[in-house]
């Protein structure tokens, strides 16, 4: 079973701080890999996705990517508390369709 | 516009029962899904539908039965369903992924959900 894993947490930061949310994969066949929020009852929500090594940054946002160490991880700059909610880390499968979920990262804003 | 819609936001359903959950969009994207969500756990693929045709069926009960009448819509026939079948239902929808790597393309998009509720 190739597997995507995260720590459930709950990551808890103060308002305004930086939230930093990790996540590993075994599949070295993956190549595209996401981020999702989700909120309590809610659907996922992209974030953002990332397939080069590196970091991709977009608002308060910043993907990472290593794939030597088969490592992806989401910062989130200036954290508010509406940033509070279950971060998903997702990899594409090598059908090139499937998502492979990690169990989910809940994250806590504090003011 | 990345909008899926789902209809019913809500269904309560008996086990003897027979319903359908609706999913379209109109982003023309030609790859669409089902998954099934059990609370805090993360959304499990159940099918995937490619160019209107079912391409991946993840081992699904046959009391689950998809159905993609055409490009934008996508249905799921529920019948004989039990209790343990009580999950949030999401219907998403992407490109058709080109050759891995492809981000863009690989993106997939979700609907707000079905909160299915099997008594």
């Known amino acids: 079973q190739k597997e995507v894993e995260q720590n459930s947490g709950p990551l808890s930061v103060p308002e305004g701080a930086i939230a930093s949310l990790n996540c590993t994969y075994s599949?070295?066949?993956?190549?595209?890999f996401f981020w999702y929020r989700q909120y309590s009852g809610k659907s996922p929500e992209l974030i953002m996705f990332?397939?080069?090594?590196g970091d991709k940054e977009d608002g308060r946002f910043t993907a990472q990517l290593n794939k030597a160490s088969q490592y992806v991880s989401l910062l989130i700059r200036d954290s508010q508390p509406s940033d509070s909610a279950t971060y998903l880390c997702?990899?594409?499968?090598?059908?090139?369709?499937?998502?492979?979920f990690g169990k989910g990262t809940s994250l806590l804003v504090t003011p | 516009d990345t909008e899926v819609t789902q209809t019913p936001k809500h269904l309560v359903m008996g086990m003897t029962n027979k319903k359908s959950l609706k999913c379209e969009q109109h982003?023309?994207?030609?790859?669409m899904y089902w998954y099934k969500q059990k609370a805090k756990k993360p959304p499990e693929l159940m099918f995937v539908?490619?160019?209107?045709?079912?391409?991946i069926n993840e081992s699904v009960p046959s009391r689950f039965s998809p159905e993609c009448p055409n490009s934008s819509l996508l249905n799921l026939h529920l019948h004989a369903l039990q209790p343990e079948d009580s999950a949030l239902y999401l219907c998403?929808?992407?490109?058709?992924?080109?050759?891995?790597?492809?981000?863009?393309?690989?993106?997939?998009?979700f609907g707000p959900g079905t909160r299915l509720t099997v008594l």
């Open positions: 997702a990899a594409v499968t090598n059908s090139g369709y499937a998502l492979n």
């Open positions: 990332i397939y080069s090594n």
């Open positions: 998403a929808s992407s490109r058709i992924p080109q050759s891995p790597g492809q981000g863009s393309t690989d993106t997939q998009y």
């Open positions: 599949d070295r066949g993956s190549q595209s």
């Open positions: 539908y490619s160019y209107e045709k079912l391409s």
């Open positions: 982003m023309g994207h030609r790859a």
